[in-house]
């Protein structure tokens, strides 16, 4: 995949966490994310951590299968989850347990 159609859908997928972010803010008190969970979701290519076969879904706001029963959580929960990481500041120390593909922990790796 060329640089210029990775940047559109790292592009696209940004702007469907900040859509899904807006229509959420009734129940999580946040309309938007903290930009530092945004940058990191635009740092790391999803495509690099699911199974060649489910690569074209790799930019889709949805969990997809890594093999053996497990999934990738889709996007929004990832920087859902990031955000409610930060909370408290920035981190120091994460016990990150069954991140199956890694995604998770390469978001994080940066904060």
Sequence with gaps: MCYGVM???LKSILDTIRV???Y?????????FDERVMQAMHNVDRKLFVPE???KQAYDNGPLSIGYGQTISQPYIVARMTELLLANGSLSNVLEVGTGSGYQSAILSPL
Excluded: G, V
């Excluded at 959420?24 to 938007?32: F, L, N």
């Design 20 to 22: 899904e972010a807006d």
């Design 7 to 9: 940047k559109n859908n």
């Design 53 to 55: 076969i489910f690569q």
């Design 24 to 32: 959420s803010a009734a129940y999580t008190c946040r309309k938007a």
